[in-house]
């Protein structure tokens, strides 16, 4: 099992900055890729942006440009740093860890971020 402890989300205006912590913990050593999902009120669950053990990252096109994913190992965290933010980014972001091999995927509670214009 991992357990996944997600905390840095807020209030920010439009324009603003915030960054999010994922702090995995339990067998880390089974986890492929971590990750950042969002879900708005109404909507579904969202990919915003993924990084693998050997630090490949991949994004939402909505977030490009804007948003960085990375990692500590030596923490088994996970960042996400968002800048510029817009309104339309406010969400549940929940923090995501796979481990391919086990068929294992996991969730954080989720943290809110909610930007005003």
């Known amino acids: 099992q991992v357990q996944l402890v997600e905390s840095g989300g807020g209030l920010v205006q439009a324009g603003g900055s915030l960054r999010l912590s994922c702090a995995a913990s339990g067998s880390i050593f089974s986890i492929n890729s971590m990750g950042w999902f969002r879900q708005a009120p109404g909507k579904e669950r969202e990919l915003v942006a993924t990084i693998t053990t050997g630090g490949g990252t991949n994004y939402a096109d909505s977030v490009k440009g804007r948003f960085t994913i990375s990692g500590d190992n030596a923490k088994n965290t996970v960042y996400l740093q968002m800048n510029s933010l817009k309104p339309e980014d406010t969400g549940l972001y929940y923090c995501?860890?796979?481990?391919?091999?086990?068929?294992?995927?996991?969730w954080g509670q989720g943290t809110q971020v909610t930007v005003s214009s």
């Open positions: 995501n860890a796979r481990a391919i091999l086990y068929g294992k995927n996991y």
